[in-house]
């Protein structure tokens, strides 16, 4: 895999609309505001680019324009990180203009950026890991730089730090609060921290002893799941097929699967038929270990551990659970294809490789 570079003080980084275009509307300018100057804060220089805030209409109509984002990202040498705005749920309209586009493959494979987000971005993670390029399921804009409260969440701040060169994170850290969702995204809520909570159950190991290793691959269930069978979308799983975007059982081989559920909150049937498409697939007779992320607020806890176990019935595959990454805050980074441990003594995941260039 090819890694990107890591962050330094003063560079620019591009802000995408690759899924949704929420962040044009006028209903989010005070977070927008809010991103941009945690961002400069933080010592970035935000770049938004010409079609992200065009609106969630337009970016519908014209999933091109966000196509030409990401490839204009690319093609902007003074530009070193991308930032997703936020997730949607139709980001595979972008693979016909990104995929048939030799020059942002060849500027892809050939200067690698950090490139940040998560849920319908699993698509484009997976894209990203197709072309050979390591890509980090964590923070976007919306949901972390411009995070409503008096100040970036704690854990987040930590995260962040890690984008940087220099400041590296050897693994997943351990948070000993979690957050709810948010109701009010206004501009009333500005200034008003999250619901937080003890977290009382830390990293659950629901089944498997010692540790494996492996390279992490995953990314939102729901995501993953309709990338095989096109239930949102029809015509989703045939675009994926052509681009061969889904990674083969030979990629899945002796990889870490890290999931986690989205802020629809599946029920527990929903989850078990997501898992069993997954199991149809063939994923869990190859992989060495599964990493699980909290539920959004604890929704279907319980249930969701007692899933996986029936569904997986191999006692011999390590499961870690609640881990801080996904739709749940706070939220962590997991870098594509990074070789990872999952160690079940310790209840830990550790980085054994950088997860940036030299």
């Known amino acids: 895999m090819k890694k990107p570079k890591g962050l330094q003080m003063g560079d620019k980084v591009a802000v995408v609309s690759l899924s949704s275009g929420i962040l044009g509307e006028s209903f989010a300018e005070h977070q927008l505001k809010l991103g941009s100057d945690r961002l400069t804060e933080l010592g970035l220089v935000p770049v938004f680019m010409p079609h992200a805030l065009k609106g969630m209409d ?90 409503l409260g008096s100040e970036l969440l704690p854990y987040t701040r930590t995260i962040v730090k890690g984008l940087f060169a220099g400041h590296e994170l050897d693994g997943v850290p351990k948070s000993d609060t979690w957050y709810e969702e948010r109701i009010d ?50 015509e989703q799983a045939d675009v994926i097929k052509t681009f061969n975007v889904f990674p083969s059982l030979d990629e899945w081989k002796n990889a870490l699967l890290f999931i986690e559920t989205s802020e629809e909150r599946p029920t527990p049937d929903k989850f078990k038929e997501m898992l069993n498409v997954l199991k149809k697939y063939g994923l869990f007779e190859v992989i060495n270990g599964i990493l699980v992320g909290k539920p959004q607020n604890e929704v279907h806890y319980e249930e969701y551990k007692s899933v996986l176990v029936e569904i997986l019935q191999d006692k011999t595959i390590p499961i870690l659970y609640n881990l801080p990454f996904g739709h749940a805050y706070p939220r962590c980074l997991l ?14 995941v550790k980085f054994d490789e950088s997860y940036f260039s030299g």
């Not at 894209?127 to 050979?132: E, I, K, S, V, W």
């Not at 200034?191 to 691959?217: A, C, I, M, Y």
């Not at 870098?335 to 830990?348: A, F």
């Open 58 to 147: 337009a970016l519908d109509k014209y999933p091109e324009w966000r196509a030409e984002d990401l490839k204009e990202a690319f093609r902007d040498t003074s530009i070193k990180g991308i930032i997703c705005a936020i997730g949607g749920d139709d980001t595979y309209r972008l693979l016909p203009y990104l995929m048939e586009d030799d020059e942002f493959i060849e500027n892809v494979k050939s200067s690698p950026k950090l490139f940040t987000g998560f849920s319908d971005t699993t698509v484009n993670h997976l894209m990203f890991h197709r072309l050979g390029m390591t890509s980090f399921y964590g923070p976007n804009f919306l949901n972390d730089f411009a995070e």
């Open 185 to 234: 995204f206004s501009e009333g809520a500005l200034g008003k921290d999250r619901k937080s909570h003890v977290e009382e159950n830390g990293f659950e190991v629901l089944q498997g002893e010692g540790h494996v290793t492996g390279k992490l691959l995953g990314g939102c269930l729901e995501s993953l799941v309709e990338c095989l069978t096109g239930e949102r979308y029809k």
């Open 335 to 348: 870098p594509y294809g990074i070789e990872t441990t999952l160690d079940t003594e310790d209840k830990s």
